[in-house]
């Protein structure tokens, strides 16, 4: 069983080691041999968009997957004419693009926050009419990580807004006051076979994820994402890790956003639960039973982003698990995270006060 993995960043590299003790070998393709990935695998060294090197990837494992979104849809299915690529293409091309995205949750009835398809200043100037202030507008396309979009507080900001998001197509979305951020992952097999994680809750600062503490326990928030999540799964005849996080804004979910792979918000799942993300979602694409999604405690996953804090402090905390991803420090990098699992909540909630305390808050 081999896997091809398009990207080699840190969602590569431990895509990779988990599917070592299952036998699988991984290779990669990246401009960078010697990145997180390249660290701990074979690379097949080539720009992600070109069809050649995919091609050339493809030829040299049993299954295509991506580590990363924005790997072009068409040169992806040129360069994969012969090959299975998992999860679909499809679902790459829908989280690429915001609109399509939208379109996605209201054809399957998925409550999402207000929008308006932005294509000039003009339509930005009607936006506020029917979404209200603020306005948060966001590049349709390759925007991660609060890149690709502005909060607009009032009419005085929307040309500076549309000026520094660089006059692409967009889309205005109305401010959603929600009381927290969720996201849910699930898994589903070549044969159909569907597993949920439990939610998690995530705390962003300046648009990159923070914290996620699991499970986020609430029994009808969680069948509600299951039901929205198998909806999406369906639609896409989908196999893998599919992700999507949401608002909850007055006790109801809104879908705010997919990502056809592992996700930053499931890191926890390596030590706290059954099977980590990364497992499941190497059995899913090889045609392997997928494994169990029972949290084994409470969780708690901490970002490192832009430099490494005190190793030797970090590790003094009792239980602590520390993932440095190999790359090269730099400011709003997502250069590492530790996960803390504990028995019981008391107990995460002390020892998260430890690590934020070490590690500080970006
Ligand atoms: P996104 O790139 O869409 O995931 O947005 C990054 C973060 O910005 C989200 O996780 C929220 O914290 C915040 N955000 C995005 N859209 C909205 C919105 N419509 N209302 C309130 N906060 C938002």
Redesign the pocket.
Known sequence: MRVGIIGAGQLGRMLALAGYPLGIQTRFLDPNANGSGGQVGPVVVGEIDDAARIDALARQVDVVTFDIENVPVDTLRAGTADSIVRPPPEALSIAQDRLNEKQLFGRLNIPA?PYMPIASLGDLERAPDALGWPI?L?ARRL?YD?RG?RLVQSAAELEVAWRELGRVPSLA????D?ER?LSLIAVRGSDGATAFYPLAENV?VD?ILHTTTAPYQDERTQSRAEDYLALMLAELDYCGVLTV?FFLADGELMA??IAPRVHNSGHWTIEGAQTSQFENHMRAIVGLPLGGTSPTGFSFMLNLIGELPDRERLLKIAGLHLHDYGKTPRPKRKIGHCTLVTATEEERSVRADELIAVAGIP
């Open positions: 926050a948060v966001k925007g609060g979009q979305e109305g401010w959603v929600f951020e962003h648009g996080e705010n956003e």
